[in-house]
């Protein structure tokens, strides 16, 4: 599976952003996918994940309720919609796509899209 993530920009905060990963590949409808944030200076950091179905979602406390996973398997895209973002959201996006169904580990992600930068001002 490849991924390109896409859609980031720069936003005042309180705005909104979706972004899009788009994958290439048969197993996409397979792959749980996560998305993930490295921030100026910081580790990168899991934001939240959506299973193969789109059935189950799962978020960090800081984004809940203000983020939203979803993913049109037909297409072969996964979108992270953002809302009343602040400018502790600023970061670099990454989607990426895991075998396993439910993880929060960068590291059982084996397949990653390029990153997309977010960048929220006060």
């Known amino acids: 599976v490849q991924l390109q993530a896409s859609g980031g920009g720069l936003v005042q905060a309180g705005g909104y952003l979706r972004l899009s990963c788009e994958a290439s590949g048969r197993t996409f409808d397979t792959a749980t996918v996560g998305w993930f944030r490295q921030a100026p200076g910081k580790e990168r950091e899991f934001v939240g994940r959506i299973t193969q179905r789109g059935s189950v979602t799962f978020y960090i406390d800081s984004v809940k309720g203000r983020f939203t996973i979803s993913r049109d398997n037909a297409k072969n895209t996964a979108y992270l919609q953002m809302n009343s973002l602040k400018p502790e959201d600023t970061a670099v996006y990454y989607c990426?796509?895991?075998?396993?169904?439910?993880?929060?580990?960068?590291?059982?992600?084996?397949?990653w899209g390029q990153g997309t930068l977010v960048t929220v001002s006060s």
């Open positions: 990426a796509a895991s075998a396993r169904l439910r993880t929060s580990l960068s590291s059982d992600y084996g397949y």
